[in-house]
């Protein structure tokens, strides 16, 4: 069974990653530079100024720390199971479409681009969702973007994407919820001195 789910996953990803033209070519290619998303970044953290004041640095911190859980999770993943990405694969990757020469690292499950983005989505989510629920797909699509964008540029599975999904989701739910009980702590300890 197992064999057949990565026959599937391969058989989707060579259908997606072979979905490619010049145009998405390069909008793939710089849609994952962080410089392209700025003026987003630069909106969100005018977001957190404006409706937490100094609680600010205590969510620029939760986020720092889920960012680098993310990220070396993925990691630790990646080497402990060594799944070769579709660029690497010596079945596939002469077929494999790329974009620049670029292949990433050898190993490829799962995501991290799709956790970390996943993950500080729903954080901010659940951290504006009252106020600013507009952001929601603004958030979403930005997090679909960068996911997809690991399919389309030829180093990731569908498989490792949702894994990756699944992870970030996890992440942005549980660091939200640790953050926002820190704000609450901080609070508290304010009206007792």
């Known amino acids: 069974m197992f064999d057949s789910l990565i026959r599937i996953d391969q058989s989707i990803f060579l259908t997606l990653n072979g979905l490619h033209s010049t145009f998405f070519d390069q909008f793939f ?9 700025l003026p987003l970044y630069l909106l969100i ?23 680098t859980a993310s990220d070396q999770l993925a990691n630790v993943s990646k080497y402990g ?12 990757e002469q077929v494999v479409h790329s974009v620049n020469g670029y292949k990433g690292g050898q190993y490829g499950f799962y995501s ?17 969702k009252r106020r600013y629920r507009w952001l929601i797909p603004v958030l979403l699509i930005w997090a679909s973007i960068m996911a997809y964008s690991r399919i389309y540029l030829g180093v ?9 999904i699944l992870v970030g989701v996890i992440l942005g739910i549980l660091f939200e919820w640790l953050t926002r009980h820190a704000i609450k702590g901080q609070a508290n300890c304010e009206q007792c001195c």
């Open 29 to 37: 290619w710089y849609a994952t530079k962080p410089i392209i998303w």
């Open 45 to 67: 953290l005018a977001l957190l100024i404006r409706e937490f004041k100094w609680k600010t640095i205590t969510i620029i911190i939760a986020l720092t720390f889920m960012i």
């Open 81 to 92: 199971t060594q799944r070769l990405r579709p660029s690497h694969n010596p079945g596939i």
């Open 112 to 128: 991290a681009h799709a956790s970390t983005n996943f993950a500080i989505a729903i954080f901010l989510i659940f951290l504006f």
């Open 156 to 164: 990731h599975y569908p498989g490792d994407i949702l894994a990756g």
